[in-house]
């Protein structure tokens, strides 16, 4: 183990608790994983206002556990 937390697929429905990251290029270009499958549903991050911002192009969002944000 190098130090980094192990990489899961985040859900494109609704985050995982503790820390999520998301690439904005992956978010814009295949929508997390979605790809145009179902254009009219809006994504958490374009929901959620991030946490943090890492470098230009990775989003960070935390969510303690239980408390993962209804989407609006």
């Known amino acids: 183990m190098d130090g980094f937390l192990p990489i899961r697929e985040t859900n494109p429905q609704m985050p995982s608790p503790g820390w999520d990251a998301v690439s904005l290029t992956v978010l814009k270009t295949?929508?997390?994983?979605?790809?145009?499958q179902y254009p009219e549903l809006r994504l958490w991050p374009d929901l959620i206002q991030p946490t943090e911002r890492v470098g230009k192009s990775t989003l960070l969002y935390y969510f303690p556990p239980g408390s993962i944000p209804a989407p609006q």
């Open 30 to 36: 295949a929508r997390l994983g979605l790809d145009d």
